[in-house]
């Protein structure tokens, strides 16, 4: 089923307690409770870490990789704003509340993983910040974009409900929703600002470990290569969401919206793909990828799930299938979650005889958190006009019984006059 | 207006701006003249010379005694034996031994004390320190968010983690600063029966070292003092018979990996001047577009008769 996406609509004919979401949410309710068991505990009985593998999956997962995935508001916004693509804002609503809720799951198990998070209270106080450490850039700049930027950029959907929901409220919401359009583009500055700034200072955190990352990933290129693969992260896990929730609900799709994502992907893969490669020949390292042992064979894996990602996506927007573009977008985002994953993790080298492997609890930890992040996002399309639709979903919805007054805040538009 | 006007306005404005505050936030791989940190001259250290040790081992227990870390005696149930550095122990003695092979040698682990340490440049809240002075590297609890990432950077795997309860501390040896403010010298020094550890200023350990090496030609691995230069120096110096390498010290270079990875880094966020311009022109595409935006918006709005959504 295809047709334009003109407005966000909310999945107003599901219901919204499912089976799926009490699974979810039990899910979570385990992690709370672990999460308790290893405050009190501490890491070691909770987790498979050690002195030589000291990050676990909390970081190397939870942080490294979900932010990764979470780019989608950066990325695709970068596109729909900056490089002016007028049809990705459409998709802009639902790129948002993935992006937030990936940080906001990514940092909640942050402070998890810390062994000392109390004394995360120096973030507050910038005369104690060690301004040369990438570690202090990335825990300031995650904390600063997904409190600030990327939560009043999920403001607009919630006053537009409360807009028809409470008239009372109305004057109010106007009035809000003038300040927030007269911020706007400061506040959007910093939304790219800040991912640009912490994205690549993901990939400058392993610089500092120096030759315990192995050659393969190991390059003073890993800031730009981290924040890139964000990028294609970002679009691929906001395409893929999209296409898979029009599956689920039975909306229509935006082929050329989903075929522009899917070029713009595929392209971002493809230059990361051959500036990789010329890197590794720069360095006089491409002997290294092929050598017969594990490194060479997971730096390949990476390559080829990417590389196949581009076939797909390109294959796919030509043929306009949308179920090969499901899984282009697919490959997209486990490639480059492997790549972001592997630098702490397989291709770091502690010491010989050193092993890790995340224990039960510390597994269960990270998936709870994972799971309260899409039971956020099922709850939230349902409830919210955050999915993309064509303007006969909103007058479906309006039959329906469930007429929205239209929307919020003439205010936006008025405090540009 | 169509993207291609939009493009080209933007490539005359803060396109510029952004594209190199882009390009630079993320790395430039051309190498920048910086002074390399070197050691004060105040600088205390200690100096091993594997040849003479008799792998005693008074010096841990000495070190577990002088910074109240309980006897790990989870090996044996009985004596104080630990595998390696870890939560209860700050030194350690171990024997480099293959089978088979005809040389043999002693080693002693602790805290380096960088020239220019990884932990130190990595801290984010500075709970690690380097004494401007002395240049010990000491941890301050009040400061650690107990992230780890000491643990991540540091080549040769000193820090250690306290993996039980819910008040960990980052474990490593701080030279005992404690018994230093007391005009005494290190636990481990002060009892090496053989002298085969001994403490002092790092100019004249590094001075005695060369002694050695100068009365008594090969006699140690590549008549070299480790630490002298390798990983943009340490304060613990070593003399070795045999290769640094089969004793765990590795093969660093010259220059400090802080130093080496961390330059631009550290020349991208200094006063924050490429984040800053990187927002502003950011700030200045955006309010452009916001514009057109907004008429898009409105021409949506006369079209459907329903409110605009942002």
Not at chain 1, 211 to 218: C, D, G, S
Request: overall charge positive; charged content about 15%.
């Amino acid at each position: 089923m295809t047709g334009n996406w003109q407005r966000a609509v909310p999945v107003y004919n599901q219901p919204i307690r499912t089976r799926a979401l009490y699974v979810l949410g039990a899910l979570t309710g385990v992690a709370v409770l672990l999460a308790l068991y290893r405050v009190f505990a501490g890491l070691g009985p909770a987790s498979g870490m050690n002195d030589a593998y000291s990050w676990g999956i909390w970081k190397t997962f939870n942080v490294m990789v979900l932010t990764g995935l979470g780019s989608g508001g950066f990325a695709v916004g970068i596109g729909a704003w900056v490089f002016y693509r007028q049809r990705l804002h459409s998709v802009m609503r639902a790129a948002l509340l993935i992006s937030f809720l990936a940080y906001f799951c990514g940092l909640i198990l942050l402070t998890i993983d810390v062994g000392r998070p109390w004394n995360l209270y120096w973030m507050l106080f910038p005369w104690n910040w060690n301004t040369h450490s990438p570690l202090l850039e990335v825990m300031v700049c995650m904390s600063v974009y997904a409190m600030f930027p990327l939560a009043v950029e999920n403001v607009p959907p919630i006053l537009e409900r409360l807009y028809d929901d409470r008239p009372s409220l109305r004057p109010l919401i106007e009035r809000a929703m003038g300040i927030i359009a007269k911020g706007y583009p400061y506040v959007i500055g910093l939304a790219y600002a800040l991912p640009m700034m912490h994205q690549s200072s993901l990939g400058a955190l392993m610089l500092l470990a120096g030759e315990r990352v192995h050659t393969l990933w190991q390059t003073p290129w890993l800031p730009l290569l981290y924040v890139w693969a964000a990028a294609f992260m970002g679009y691929a896990c906001v395409a893929g969401t999209l296409l898979f929730c029009s599956l689920m609900w039975k909306r229509a799709r935006d082929m050329q919206v989903l075929t522009e994502m899917s070029y713009i992907t595929a392209g971002l893969i493809a230059s990361w793909w051959l500036f990789r490669v010329g890197d590794l020949m720069y360095r006089n390292r491409l002997r290294a990828a092929f050598a017969v042992n594990p490194y060479s064979f997971v730096f390949w894996l990476e390559m080829v799930l990417l590389a196949g990602s581009v076939v797909f996506l390109v294959v796919s927007s030509r043929k306009q299938n949308t179920q090969l573009m499901f899984h282009g977008h697919l490959l997209a985002a486990i490639g480059g979650a492997l790549y972001r994953f592997n630098p702490t993790t397989f291709a770091f080298q502690a010491k010989p005889g050193a092993f890790y492997f995340p224990s039960a609890i510390e597994i269960l930890i990270s998936l709870g958190f994972v799971a309260l992040g899409i039971a956020g996002f099922m709850a939230a399309v349902k409830l919210l006009p955050i999915l993309p639709a064509p303007l006969s979903e909103w007058r479906g919805m309006e039959a329906h019984g469930k007429a929205r007054s239209g929307l919020v805040a003439q205010g936006y538009a008025a405090a540009q006059d | 207006m169509n993207r291609r006007d939009a493009l080209r306005k933007l490539a005359g404005g803060g396109a510029v701006a952004l594209a190199t505050g882009f390009v630079s936030t993320t790395a430039l791989t051309a190498p920048a003249e910086a002074e390399p940190v070197r050691a004060s001259k105040e600088a205390v250290g200690m100096l091993y010379d594997a040849t003479r040790c008799v792998g005693c081992q008074s010096c841990v227990a000495a070190c577990a005694e002088a910074n109240n870390l309980k006897p790990d005696t989870r090996l044996t149930g009985l004596h104080q034996a630990s595998l390696d550095l870890n939560h209860l122990t700050k030194n350690i003695i171990k024997l480099y031994k293959p089978t088979g092979a005809s040389t043999w040698s002693y080693v002693k682990q602790q805290c380096m004390h960088c020239v220019d340490p990884a932990c130190v440049a990595g801290c984010s809240f500075h709970a690690l320190t380097k004494d401007p002075q002395t240049g010990i590297v000491a941890w301050d609890a009040s400061k650690c968010s107990g992230c780890r990432y000491c643990q991540i950077v540091c080549p040769y795997s000193v820090p250690r983690f306290e993996w039980e309860g819910f008040n960990p501390k980052i474990v490593k040896c701080e030279m005992c600063r404690h018994r230093l403010a007391e005009g005494k010298e290190p636990a481990c020094t002060s009892v090496c029966p053989t002298h085969a550890v001994i403490f002092g200023k790092r100019e004249e350990l590094l001075a005695e070292a060369k002694k050695r090496i100068a009365e008594n030609p090969g006699k140690y691995f590549e008549d070299r003092v480790y630490g002298d230069k390798e990983g943009g120096g340490t304060q613990v110096l070593y003399l070795s018979a045999v290769p640094f390498e089969n004793i765990a010290l590795p093969e660093l270079g010259g220059e400090s990996v802080a130093q080496s990875s961390l330059k631009w880094q550290r020349k991208i966020y200094q006063y924050l001047a490429v984040p800053a311009v990187l927002y502003v022109s950011m700030v200045g595409v955006m309010r452009h577009n916001w514009k057109h935006h907004q008429e898009h918006l409105r021409e949506e709005e006369e079209k459907t008769g329903l409110r605009p959504q942002l």
